[in-house]
């Protein structure tokens, strides 16, 4: 390619996804499933193989809130992304 240097480089920084995911840890995200239903709430951890613990959470199916959680688990192997939420959970958005 170029041979310019690291195009993975930001600031001096390398970024990983591990980096991401150790950053978002206690803010809002949005996990969207395999099936299409989004969790929405606090990250509180999650492993290696994806396994997420939530906090706050919120069932989205079709994009209309179905259920509120205080805690919830959800197997990595279901998972398709983790986004991280721009707007605060209480607005009901």
């Known amino acids: ?8 480089k930001v600031s001096g920084t390398t970024k990983t996804p ?3 995911l ?15 239903v989004d969790y929405r709430g606090i ?22 809130l179905k259920n509120k959680y205080g805690d919830a688990f959800i197997r990595g192997n279901n998972v398709l992304y ?5 707007t605060p959970l209480a607005d009901g958005a």
């Open 22 to 36: 150790k950053s978002i840890r206690g803010r809002p995200v949005v996990v969207k499933l395999n099936s299409g």
């Open 1 to 8: 390619m170029s041979g310019s240097g690291d195009n993975n």
């Open 43 to 64: 990250l509180a951890c999650l492993d290696g193989y994806m396994n997420i613990a939530m906090e706050q959470t919120e069932e989205y199916v079709n994009g209309q």
């Open 18 to 20: 591990a980096d991401f």
């Open 82 to 86: 983790i986004s991280t939420v721009n």
